[in-house]
């Protein structure tokens, strides 16, 4: 069984930054993609940024070059850097999982972005 925990969300200006962290419990073996996803009100979960076992990364047309994402293997962890952050990127931030062919979410992190 895995289980993720997501922290850094805030409250931040636009063109800002904030690091997002995921921390995962359990076993990591089988995790084929790890990832972030989002969701603002109203709207539905949007993938944001995904990377898989090979390294490769993928991110939404509305980050790529703002956001990127990391992962330190030996300590379980994924991280989500967010730079020039911009209104539109208020949302919930889902730490993601996709191992043995199950999804795996947590709790998530709220992030607003405002002045």
């Known amino acids: 069984q895995v289980q993720l925990v997501e922290s850094g969300g805030g409250l931040v200006q636009p063109g800002g930054s904030l690091r997002l962290t995921c921390v995962v419990s359990g076993s990591i073996l089988g995790i084929d993609v790890m990832g972030w996803y989002r969701q603002a009100p109203g709207k539905q979960r949007e993938m944001v940024t995904i990377i898989n076992s090979k390294d490769e990364k993928t991110y939404a047309a509305s980050v790529k070059g703002r956001f990127t994402i990391s992962r330190d293997s030996a300590k379980k962890t994924m991280y989500l850097q967010m730079n020039s952050l911009k209104p539109e990127d208020t949302a919930v931030y889902y730490c993601?999982?996709?191992?043995?062919?199950?999804?795996?979410y947590g709790k998530g992190t709220l992030v607003t972005v405002s002045s």
């Open positions: 993601n999982v996709l191992r043995l062919g199950f999804d795996v």
